[in-house]
């Protein structure tokens, strides 16, 4: 079975090589690069090896498909600029492709590094992200434009071993693309499920802190828990302002 690892990337040149080179072992390693690119993005994926196209970004969702359209590969390992693939993870991917049995994708666990350190609760672990496809078998989901899923037609499995990502840097960081996928947020949520109802406001923030830092145990990593619960539950409140204001501007 031939793979591509498929990279979707915007400004990521520093990131880039060390991603490229834990998934050598592709038969095709691309980079489609958003079209937004202001650094060397292009060139240092040429020069790692990689073949390059270019399209004018939309949504995740979209780039993603885009991305599994041009693959030539029959499986397709999408691996994010910041993540890289470890040998164990190589192994269990080649071995899986090769035999994959009626199994169509596979969903792969993440160990997630935050400001320098492994963070195992409050939803970060295991992480499971569906990044294995069979090509024919998989589109990705045109709603969900920001934590994009892919639709699959057929069995899904589980492989054991963690993709490796370095989330966010400092907590500037982490603020930064919360503000960024906070306006994605909001349009999935009114392709979902329509206008939210006003207490939506308070309930949906509420309801995420608890499932962060209650349910999934953020409390286990101290301050940090703390802070991160407390930061996605309001970006879930602010996403749902958003979705409010979108549908109250929409002409009828």
């Known amino acids: 079975m031939s793979l591509t690892a498929a990279v979707i990337a915007r400004d990521e040149e520093d990131s880039l ?23 060397r993005t ?25 991305a599994l359209n041009m693959s030539s590969g029959e499986w397709v390992l999408f691996v994010d600029a910041d993540e890289r ?10 071995a899986r492709i090769a035999d994959p049995g009626g199994t169509r994708a596979f969903w792969i666990p993440r160990h997630n590094y935050l400001m320098g350190r492994l963070v195992r609760h409050a939803g970060w ?15 990705f989901d045109a709603h969900r434009v920001v934590h994009e899923l892919a639709v699959v037609d057929g069995e899904m499995g589980y ?16 603020i ?26 308070l309930g949906q923030p509420a309801r995420e802190f608890w499932r962060r830092y ?13 802070v991160l619960s407390s930061l996605l539950a309001y970006y879930a409140g602010k996403a749902i302002y958003l979705a409010r204001r979108a549908s109250a501007d929409r002409p009828t």
């Open 17 to 39: 090589p060390d991603c490229l080179e834990s998934v050598a072992f592709a038969d095709e390693r691309l980079v489609l690069v958003d079209a937004a690119t202001h650094d």
């Open 42 to 66: 292009r060139e240092v994926a040429a020069h790692h090896g990689a073949r390059v196209e270019e399209r004018a970004f939309d949504n995740f969702a979209a780039q993603r498909e885009a």
């Open 85 to 94: 693939v470890t040998p164990a993870l190589r192994r269990e991917v080649l």
């Open 125 to 139: 672990y295991p992480d499971y992200q569906l990044r294995l496809l069979a090509r024919a078998a998989a589109r």
């Open 159 to 174: 492989l054991r071993e963690p993709l490796v990502h370095f989330n966010y840097g400092s907590l500037g960081e982490f």
């Open 176 to 201: 930064e693309k919360q503000e960024r996928y906070c306006p994605f947020e909001a349009r999935r949520w009114l392709a979902t499920f329509g206008r939210p109802r006003p207490r939506a406001l």
């Open 214 to 226: 209650v349910e999934l145990q953020g409390f286990r990593e101290g301050v940090l828990g703390l």
